[in-house]
């Protein structure tokens, strides 16, 4: 087995937990569409574990932004300012609902919105704030309800990326998802928790949860059946997915615990390194690490593409960080966002993977500090 090169992916779910007994208990119950137990206890601990009063699944992370902002009543004419540096998902979504995504630059140590720069973007047209919390880090939450509250604006809350990031509200630590009008969440298969495909929203508005689950069902009214008052979607979860959600949500406490001792080794191998720059806030904060990430600079010798480069040839899996929206056609600016455009050229995920061992993690920091040594 000498020759076989092992290959450290990106990332690896975890499928160790009840996964298997729920999964069986829904095929023999048949209940395997969007109706069943596991729908509602995955919904009610969810809800829980998040610290807010309803959460509404749905098919997806995407579904669950787009029925959010539908349910909000943003539409044609509204203009939703979301940060230049994040997935694709949450800008479309102000798209599929008629609204304009106003780009916002993102702060160059936090990689997070920039308050200062949302402030600039705010005109009688604002509607709404996206605050992303990207790769895991709290948007500046604290301001950034603020600035809401002051002009009188939604905030969604793109938690895709961060289930069970605390941030600090007025003294008070919040986990992200509960701070904002609605939080969003994804269980793609990379996610902190996965149901394979799958979202969620959450929300403390009860008004708000049942016209989005309204809408999520092609917005039937509840108790009269084919009667369509809204125009919705079929953005349903299926309960053979809420089984795994729930199984999967039994082991989050000890996937955040995993996921923290995995940031501490790589911060401890990586930190000192020269050029090798780790996010910080200058706001109170506990991130989740949902993809290890950092920034390649001066005096590092290699570019992130050459150290990536370097990386796949020893079988270990790596992500550049996302295209600057700006820089994508359907959505090209010749506005300047010189934070996000930066932080695309020399940002780098590194596998973290639950399969990821520490002697793995010792191994890939070995390589990126062997180029210091040269
Ligand atoms: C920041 C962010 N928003 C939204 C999404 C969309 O979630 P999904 O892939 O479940 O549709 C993702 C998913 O990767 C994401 O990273």
Redesign the pocket.
Known sequence: MKNIKKFIPIAYPDLTGNENIYLNRVLKSSWISSQGEYLIKFEQKFAEFIGCRYAVTTS??????HLALTALGIGKGDEVIVPDL??I??VN?ITYCGARPVLCDVNRQSWQLDPKEIIKRINSRTKAIMA???YGIPANLDQIMDIANKYNLQVIE?A??AHGALVKIKSLWKKVGSVGHVG?F???G??IITTG???MVTTDAKQLAMRMRVLRDHGQKPGRRYYHPLIGFNYRLTNLQAAIGLAQLEKIHFFLKFKSRLASLYNRYLENTPGIIIPKTDYEAKPVCWLYSVIIDDPYPLTRDEVMEKLKNKGIETRPF?FPVNLLPPYKSSQKFPNSNYLFQHGLNLPSGYNLTPGEITFICQQIRDEIKN
Do not use: I, P
């Not at 997806?60 to 932004?65: D, M, Q, V």
């Open positions: 997806n992370g995407t579904a669950a932004l994040t997935f998902a949450s979504a992303v919390h990207l793109d895709a990326e969003c994804s269980f793609y990379n996610k495909e799958g979202g996302f």
